[in-house]
Structures are given as structure tokens and as C-alpha cells.
């Protein structure tokens, strides 16, 4: 049956003329993909964009020695990639296979740019069923066919620095009010020296931690027909406890306001300029190359309030590849894409990109620090949420992220943010979402 | 002409205040980009603790500065001189000949210069895809792209300055030109184009300018491929440092030489200017 | 700027010149001028009705793979821009009042900037060569170059400016800001004129050299001091020029793209929301094309009103002296 349908429809393709390449590719022997050259767009998961390629290319050399297939790499910078996405897909043009940040997998599969992963092709690529279950769900809305795979898994956890908690006399926190104390007590403006450092002025991260502090206060951020309600109490204090941590609490140098990308606080707290930072853990391999060697940091899950609703540490971060509808090397990027997910290539990765496994049985083995690992791990496994799995995930990103982007830069500048001022900057983030 | 005390004192303080504002961020860029990565780090100093030349050694491997380089010499030649040879031909028509559709012609082509670029930035994107899916030819991430798009950008101002400037050459001497058996193309190679040539000159600049540094069209159009150097130079601050000495050393190396050919030109800007938009 | 002024008065000689012509070669301006014609209109005006299309219909990313099967919106894209009490209406009507106030400063300030250098360098004196090259320097430099040095300059922690302003005058306690907040407004116009007025000095030297001295000399004996002189030759001298160097000034800082993006990033604080940038963020960041296609639109049309306006101005004064 399922063969019938791909016969029938290769057949429409080559009637209705769509490229007479996608002819000769679109059938499903394997032979054909050989020979041929696919483009790839890598996310910056290594130290820098030149550090991926190395790390990448030997990979695609093998790819090529077992299969025949060519691969064009580009590594693209966070700041690019989601612009560089949107341009592809209005095309049609650009890399046959590609990464996402997996929060936007749902807003990607409504542009319809992208190859759904039906049957075939997930059998194609190996199954669905050797991908964590929380991961694999966030290539799709419920109930649809998923448009991308998981590829790097990633979670939240808050890095403090040992010897500055050693020398203050003081344990990692267990709770969010213990978090603020001890950075308080860590906070020394005089000498540039902070309790904690955030991305402030990163409209993902902040994004991230509009939705991670919502969830413990038990609040969702769009409600079941899909609209947003981010002024509802649980989210308006989520964010203003993120914001607090600059506004009130004073635990955060103001100049992070300034901070456009995460690889800014890792830099200050490698630099120990802060005791604590809130990162996924990639910072390892960014830390290591920054100076800090890896007994000196430690990591527990993000606490959460004393009487919060949720435990939740982090929402379920990584990254997940996917094939643009438009390929005409469908056969070669199935292969690609089955290549990277392979057991082998998730470990050659795991540690240069210090990314958690998103395959069951795999092992997590970024780091020899067997505690982190475990942490990170059961961060990853039971205190994660998926971001929600709706088409304008991504305008929640953009807008609320936008917003905390402001909210910050007015704390930083003197302004006192009142929670119905917090109230009102949502509830414009709210209107702005276009759908 | 004898100068007054207050003339003086006028041309002194213009000279002085205008020198500090524009001198103050060249020796930002030049100092810095002779302190090591921990220099910048910190608070700021107005001379240099320590000299060191390896951010103009290391800026070539943290981005692919060279690559970049490439790209924006050849888009910008190539735009530029396409450019002009379809200035000088309008230009030609424009001042030397009546036809028909002719002020309709120079009044839409100035009026182009005040369009918005993010107006048509995505509908020139999506034609060019298309143009790509009909014939194959590739637009999007290729030079080509590019120096097709750039050439327009400096076309409207450069066919204005161009007519304007031929207009101020005598009939006459085409006149002449005919007699002795010149046909059009003649006229223009062998006695307009001569007479003319600060005007080229300054166009030439212009054109090669706006192209160099142009930013929102290359910051959709382009890809590793074709990347050039007005993107390029921002993926320095993505990096996991803000390379800050490699930042002002790889401006000052991308700025050094059109300064350098843009000033040895400048009498030639300046009187073309005068000749040609100024009358 | 019209067909005439191009022109001039070559209109007769040009006629003779056409009579002269041989009567086969009518097709050659036609064959000369369509290179310039078909780039302009494949690169210009056809993508610009693309744009007042997209402008009519809903773009958002479900549809911008499938662009040609967008709905049609009507006005709604309009009506959604021009309704201050929507968010995208208040952002819109911001972001139009920040652009206008900081196109009057720049073209402003550098008008005033370009002028008195200019006349401060219009007698010959030793060493006016090296001021005037050091004057244009700005303009050389590749926009992108210039901006990203004030942007190290403009840095809280590492800045030139806060070194100078509070480690060295000690004017503020407190370090400032001056990329986000409040302050942003003040870098992105100091950063413009830094890198406009050039421009103006440029083609205000230009003018000033076609200025016959005698004139000055004249009123010289006259006993007309120097600020009269300006008042009563330079400046009217320089009014042909002053139409377009206001007229371009007005177009490309209101246009202003590159300073915002270069200075900002992605970091765009609401002080510096100039237009372009908000329509290019507005399309790319939140994938609403038509949206900002329509926002887009309405730039266009009002640059359309103003030029206009100024022109028919200009020419009912001339006509009105002449």
C-alpha cells in the first residue's frame, strides 16, 4: 500500500513536470543518491563557527567514504540562523538538510518548508522508537507528522563556580530564595564581582526563562485552541522573578543588559566575574576554551520556589535536523540524516559539542564528570517541559523575548518595573502575535 | 585679502572641534587594534600599555576575512564597471538626444533612488528564485546576484551626474566629430568620454562606495559563498569573545584602501560634483 | 531634478543636432538607454509592485512558501499599521516620530557641520589640502567600519566615551548606558552626523569653489563684514546646491538602515527603533511580510509627498523671483 502511494506520487511528480531531477531522485533505490552533493547548514554548537567545522569534517569525509555522497558544509551563527531559515524556505532554495533549534519545530513544519518524516522516511533514517520520547515530539505539533528529528539534546543547569561558594562558605542552592541569598552574598560591585550573570539582552534566552519560571509556577503560556495568555498571574510573576534577579535582588551586573548572546555571560563567568549562570550544557566545551578547567564549576538543577507548582528545571533544549521539502537529493539527506543520528556519529559528537544524547540507550558523555552527568541527565529526563507545541512557539520567542530584552535594558538604566508595568509590556508582546 | 581676527578665530575653532570629532574614532580604531584581547577587555585607555600585531595575525582565521575580501572586490568591480558603461550609454541618449519617453525615463529612474531597499528587498528576493527555477541561472548566494543588484543601486545617481556633465560639453565639438565621419558610438568613446573623464572618475567611486558598503540586501542575500565584507565583519561579536582589537584591525584593513583611493581621487570627485549635480 | 534642469538649455542644439542625424539611426537612443531601463525596471520597479501586492495580502510564514497563494487581506495590513491603539500601531507611529526627529537633527547638524567647514576652508591658507582630505575621511570609510568603532566606543564597561565622561571628567557616577535605553536616540544621531556631514561639507566646498571670488572682493570694499557676506552672497550663491544636498540629505537618513543595524544588532532598543529597522524586524523577526510590505509602503508614500511638496514649492518661489 504504502508503495502504491509512492509510485503513484513520483508518478504525478514526473507527469506534472517538477523537475526533472526530482525524477531521477525521488525514487527509492540508494544508488542514486551516491555521487551526488548535498548541502548542509550546521547550528554553531562548538566554540566558535570554524571550531565546528573542524569538528564536523572528518565526520562528513567518512559519510562520504561509506556512501558516495558529497557534503557541503555551513556553520551559521545563532544570530543568522532563524533569518537564514525563513529565506530558504520562502525560496525553496538553500541546504538540502539542515539544523534547528528544536523550540522552533512546530513553527517551522506550519511554514511548510519542510520534508514531513512519514513511515518510509522514518524507516529510512533507522525508526523513530531509538529517540528519547520527549525529544522526538518536538518535530511536530501532537498528532502530525514530524518535520525534523532530534539531533543534539541540551538542558538547563545552573553552573556555580567552586571555589568562590568554597571560599563565601556556602553549599549550591536548593531553592530559588537560596539562590538569591547566596548570590547576594557572592555580589560585590566594587569590584565587578556578581552573584549571577544572564543573557540579558538575548531574546531566546530570555524567552527560555519567561517559559521555564512560568512552568513552575505551574502557568502555560498558550492555552488549548492555541492562544496566547502570557499576562495571566503565573506567567507575569515567572518573569518578573527572572527580572528580579537585575531589578531587586541586584544580583546581576546591569551591563548584562548588554549581553546579545549567551556565549557573553559564559565569557563572565569564565572569567569570574559571576559565581553562577543559568546554561545549557554546551557552555562546557565554550568554558574549556575560555580558561576554566572542569573541576572548577559544578552544576545543580535551576531550583525552583520554595512553595512552587512545578519542579521544572529546564525546558527540553537541543537541536533537531531536518530535510527541506525542496531537496532533490531526498535519497542522499535520508542517508545524511541517518548518519548523524547514528550511535556512532551521536558519540564522535557528544563531546566537542558537549550536547546529551537523544538516543535511548546512549549514554551521556560530554564530560568525565560523572555527578554533572548525572545531573544534567536527570535534568534532561524528569525535570524538563517542552516548550509549547504550537505554530507560534516561535513569535512567543520573538516578541516576549523581545520584551524582557526591553525590561532589562530599563532596569539597567535606573527604571523600577512595577509587575503591572511587566503586565502591560506582555500583554503588548500578547497583541503583537499575529495568527 | 586680508583676514580679520575674527575670520581666524572662526576657521580655528571649526578646524579644531570638526578634527577631535572626526579623529577621535580613527585613533579608537587604530589604537585598539594594536592591544591584546586583554586590553580591550578592560576599561579603556587612550594610548596603548602594550603594542602587539597579532589581531591583524589572527583576525584572518577567527572569519574568513580573505574569503570575504574576495567577494566584495570582485561584486564591487564588477558592479562598478558595469555600472558605469550603462550610465555612460543612458547618459548618452539622455544629454544628446529626444525621443520618446525620454523625461519620463529620467524622472522614474531618479525617483527609484528614494524607494525604501526593505520595500523590495524580499520581492526582488522571491523574483530572483524565481528566475533561478525558470532558467536555472543562479541569483541568491551567488555574486551574480549581487553585482546585478548593486549596479542599480548607484545607476539612477550616476546617469543624472553623467547627462549632467555631458551636457556641459560643447555640441560643437560632436559636430565636428561628425563631419569627419564619427558615428554616435565615436562621439561618445572618442570625444565625450574623454572630456568627461572626472565625471567617470567620480561616478566610478561612487558606485565602487555604495557597493563596498552596502548591508541590508547582503545581510539576506548572501551565504558563505558570497559573503562579503559588510556582513563578514560582524561575525566577529558572534564569536565566543568580542574580539574587539581583531574588530577595529580588520576595519581598518577593509577601510584602508578605498580611503586611500577614494582621497588620491578626491579632485576628481569634487569637480565632478561640481560639473555634473551642481549647475 | 525635473527633465529641464537636466537639460539646461541645450534644447535648440540638440534639435539641430536630431535634424542632422540621419535619419536610420531613430532607434539609437532607444538601443542605448534599454540596458539601464530593463535593470531598472527588473530590479526596481517590478519588485516594488511586488511589494505594494504583498502589501494587500496576509504573508505570514504559513504562506511564504506558497507566496502566490497568500489570501488576500484587503486593507487589514493597513488598518492594523494605522490603528495607534493596536501594538503594531503604536510601534509603527513610534518608530515614524523617533525617524522624523532624527532625520531633522542629522540633515541638520550636518548641514551646519558641512557649512562652516566649508567656509572655514574656503581662503586658501597652508595645509588646507591635508584639513580638507582629513574632512572626507568619514565619508570614505566603509559605513559599516565607521559605525562598528563608535559601537566599541559607545561599550558600558570598555567604551571610549565612558572612560572620557566618567573615569576622566567624572560627569556621571553611575556608568551610562548609550545602546540601550533612553541614550540610544543620542549615539544613533551622533553616529549619523558623524558619518553624513561630510557629504554635505563635500558638496557645499563644491559650490562654494564655483563662487567667482570677485564678488567677495566687492563686497569687500564695500566694508560688508564676513557673517554678511555669508548671509548675502554664499548663501544664495549656494541655493541650487542646498535643493539637492537637503533633498538627498532627507532621503537617505529617513531611509537609514545601516547605522540602526550596524549599531544595534539584534538588540534593538526602543530609542533607536528608526523606520527601516522596525519594518526589517517586523518582517524578519516576527515572519509578517505583508505587514511589513504595508508599513513599507506607507514610508514610501510619504517620502513620495514630501519630495513633491518640496519640489512644487522650490519651483513657486523661483517662479515667483524669476
Redesign the interface.
Known amino acids: 500500500m504504502r508503495k502504491l502511494r509512492t509510485i503513484v506520487a513520483a508518478a504525478t511528480a514526473c507527469v506534472l513536470g517538477l523537475a526533472a531531477a526530482g525524477c531521477g531522485s525521488g525514487s527509492s533505490s540508494s544508488s542514486t543518491a551516491s555521487g551526488s552533493t548535498i548541502t548542509y547548514w550546521a547550528s ?1 554548537q562548538g ?4 571550531n565546528d567545522k573542524e569538528v564536523l569534517t572528518p565526520l562528513l569525509d567518512e559519510f562520504t567514504k561509506q556512501t558516495g555522497v558529497k557534503v557541503n558544509l ?1 556553520v551559521i ?4 540562523l ?3 531559515i ?2 530558504a ?6 541546504p538540502d538538510v539542515l539544523n534547528i533549534g528544536n523550540t522552533w519545530g512546530v ?1 517551522l513544519q ?4 519542510l520534508m514531513e518524516f512519514g513511515d518510509s522516511e522514518m524507516k529510512a533514517i533507522g525508526g523513530s522508537d531509538r529517540f528519547v520520547q520527549a525529544a522526538l515530539e518536538t518535530g511536530g505539533a501532537p498528532g502530525t507528522t514530524p518535520t525534523s528529528v532530534p539531533l543534539y539534546g541540551l538542558a538547563y543547569g545552573l553552573y556555580y563556580n567552586k571555589a568562590m561558594f568554597q571560599q563565601a562558605g556556602l553549599t549550591p542552592p536548593a531553592s530559588w530564595e537560596e539562590m538569591v541569598d547566596d548570590a547576594k552574598k557572592l555580589t560585590n560591585p566594587a569590584t565587578g564581582v556578581y552573584g549571577m550573570t544572564l543573557a540579558a ?3 531566546t534566552e530570555n524567552a527560555h526563562f519567561a517559559f521555564i519560571n512560568a512552568a513552575q509556577n505551574g502557568a502555560e503560556l498558550f492555552d488549548s485552541s492555541g492562544k496566547p495568555t502570557f499576562t495571566q498571574d503565573g506567567v507575569v510573576n515567572g518573569v518578573s522573578r527572572y527580572l528580579d534577579l537585575m531589578q531587586t535582588d541586584k544580583v546581576v551586573n ?2 548584562d ?2 549581553f ?2 549567551g ?2 555571560s ?2 563572565a563567568f569564565a572569567n569570574k566575574k559571576a559565581a553562577m549562570i543559568i546554561n545549557q550544557n554546551n557552555a562546557n566545551a ?1 568554558l574549556i ?2 580558561g576554566m578547567s572542569e573541576d572548577e564549576w559544578g552544576v545543580v538543577p535551576l531550583p525552583a520556589p520554595q512553595n512552587a507548582a512545578s519542579q521544572v528545571a529546564s525546558h527540553v533544549a537541543g537541536i533537531n535536523i531536518a530535510i527541506m521539502k525542496s531537496t532533490k537529493n531526498k535519497d542522499a539527506a535520508l542517508q545524511f540524516v541517518k548518519f548523524m543520528t547514528s550511535q556512532s556519529t551521536q558519540e564522535a559528537l557528544g563531546k566537542p559539542f558537549s550536547s546529551l544524547p537523544v538516543l535511548k540507550d546512549a549514554k551521556a558523555t560530554f564530560t568525565t564528570n560523572a555527578e554533572e552527568l548525572k545531573t544534567f541527565t536527570d535534568i534532561y529526563n524528569n525535570r524538563s517541559k517542552p516548550l509549547p507545541l504550537v ?1 507560534n512557539e ?2 512567543f520567542e ?2 516576549v523575548g ?1 520584551a524582557m ?2 525590561m532589562f ?2 532596569i ?2 535606573g527604571s523600577n518595573l512595577t509587575p503591572d508595568q511587566v503586565r502591560n509590556q506582555l500583554n ?2 500578547q ?2 502575535i ?1 495568527s | 585679502m586680508r583676514e580679520t581676527t575674527g575670520e581666524r578665530a572662526f576657521r580655528i575653532i571649526v578646524l579644531v572641534v570638526l578634527s577631535v570629532f572626526i579623529l577621535v574614532p580613527l585613533w579608537v580604531m587604530v589604537t585598539s587594534s594594536l592591544k591584546p584581547l586583554q586590553d580591550v577587555q578592560g576599561t579603556f585607555s587612550w594610548i596603548p600599555k602594550r603594542i602587539t600585531v597579532e589581531p591583524f595575525v589572527s583576525m584572518w582565521t577567527t572569519v574568513p576575512l580573505a574569503h570575504y575580501f574576495v567577494n566584495s572586490i570582485i561584486v564591487c568591480t564588477v558592479a562598478t564597471a558595469l555600472s558605469v558603461t550603462v550610465a555612460l550609454f543612458a547618459a548618452f541618449a539622455v544629454s544628446r538626444y529626444r525621443f520618446h519617453g525620454r523625461s519620463v525615463f529620467t524622472t522614474t529612474v531618479l525617483s527609484t533612488q528614494m524607494f525604501p531597499g526593505v520595500l523590495f528587498l524580499l520581492p526582488l528576493f522571491i523574483i530572483f528564485v524565481n528566475i533561478h527555477d525558470a532558467t536555472g541561472v543562479a541569483l541568491v548566494g551567488t555574486r551574480l546576484g549581487l553585482i546585478i543588484t548593486y549596479l542599480t543601486f548607484s545607476l539612477p545617481f550616476s546617469i543624472w551626474m553623467l547627462a549632467g556633465y555631458f551636457d556641459g560639453i560643447p555640441r560643437d565639438l560632436d559636430e565636428a566629430a561628425m563631419v569627419d565621419g564619427c558615428r554616435p558610438f565615436g562621439i561618445l568613446f572618442r570625444i565625450l568620454v574623454p572630456s568627461a573623464r572626472p565625471g567617470i572618475i567620480a561616478v566610478a567611486i561612487y558606485s565602487f562606495m555604495t557597493a563596498w558598503g552596502e548591508v541590508l540586501f547582503a545581510s539576506v542575500m548572501t551565504t558563505d559563498a558570497n559573503r562579503t565584507l559588510a556582513v563578514g565583519l560582524q561575525l566577529y561579536s558572534t564569536q565566543v569573545n568580542v574580539y574587539w582589537n581583531q574588530i577595529m584591525a580588520a576595519s581598518l584593513v577593509v577601510s584602508v584602501p578605498i580611503v586611500l583611493v577614494f582621497l588620491a581621487l578626491q579632485r576628481n570627485f569634487v569637480s565632478g560634483l561640481t560639473a555634473g549635480a551642481i549647475k | 531634478m525635473s527633465s529641464q534642469s537636466i537639460k539646461g538649455g541645450n534644447a535648440t542644439s540638440a534639435a539641430r543636432h536630431r535634424r542632422s542625424r540621419r535619419r536610420g539611426w531613430w532607434w539609437f537612443p532607444y538601443l542605448i538607454v534599454l540596458p539601464a531601463v530593463i535593470l531598472e525596471i527588473a530590479i526596481h520597479i517590478i519588485p516594488m509592485l511586488t511589494g505594494i501586492w504583498m502589501s494587500f495580502v496576509k504573508l505570514t510564514k504559513f504562506y511564504i512558501r506558497r507566496w502566490n497563494e497568500a489570501p488576500f487581506a484587503g486593507l487589514s495590513n493597513y488598518r492594523l499599521v494605522l490603528n495607534v491603539d493596536t501594538a503594531q500601531g503604536q510601534a509603527f507611529a513610534h518608530s515614524f516620530l523617533i525617524t522624523c526627529a532624527y532625520t531633522v537633527l542629522v540633515v541638520s547638524f550636518s548641514w551646519i557641520l558641512g557649512m562652516a567647514a566649508a567656509v572655514a576652508l574656503q581662503k586658501t591658507f597652508r595645509g588646507r589640502g591635508i584639513w580638507r582630505t582629513l574632512f572626507l575621511v568619514p565619508y570614505a570609510l566603509p559605513m559599516y567600519a565607521g559605525v562598528i568603532t563608535w559601537n566599541f566606543m559607545f561599550q558600558r564597561d570598555t567604551g571610549a566615551i565612558n572612560h572620557l565622561l566618567v573615569d576622566q571628567l567624572h560627569l556621571y557616577s553611575d556608568r551610562p548606558f548609550w545602546l540601550l535605553g533612553s541614550r540610544a536616540f543620542v549615539s544613533v544621531v551622533v553616529v549619523a552626523i558623524w558619518k553624513m556631514w561630510p557629504f554635505a561639507f563635500l558638496m557645499l566646498m563644491a559650490g562654494l569653489q564655483s563662487i567667482p571670488s570677485d564678488v567677495y572682493e566687492a563686497s569687500a570694499i564695500d566694508g560688508a563684514s564676513p557673517w554678511r557676506q555669508w548671509r548675502s552672497i554664499t548663501l544664495p550663491m549656494l541655493s541650487p546646491v542646498n535643493v539637492v544636498l537637503f533633498l538627498v540629505m532627507f532621503l537617505w537618513v529617513f531611509n537609514d538602515f545601516n547605522t540602526p543595524f550596524v549599531l544595534f544588532g539584534r538588540a534593538t532598543p526602543p530609542a533607536g527603533d528608526l523606520i527601516s529597522f522596525h519594518i526589517y524586524n517586523a518582517s524578519f523577526l516576527n515572519w509578517d511580510f505583508g505587514l511589513g510590505a504595508a508599513m513599507s509602503v506607507l514610508l514610501l508614500a510619504f517620502l513620495l509627498v514630501v519630495t513633491l511638496v518640496y519640489l512644487v514649492i522650490l519651483r513657486n518661489r523661483r517662479d515667483l523671483y524669476a
Open positions: 554553531n566554540t566558535s563557527l570554524d555551513e551563527g545563532w544570530n543568522d532563524q533569518t537564514r525563513q529565506t524556505i520562502t525560496s525553496g532554495q538553500g513553527s506550519a511554514t511548510g518548508g539582552g538575548s531574546y546591569p551591563s543588559a548588554q546579545t548572546d556565549s557573553k559564559i565569557a565554550t576554551s575560555n505554530p516561535d513569535q520573538s516578541t523581545k530584552n526591553n535594558a530599563s539597567a538604566t503588548t508582546a497583541t503583537s499575529t
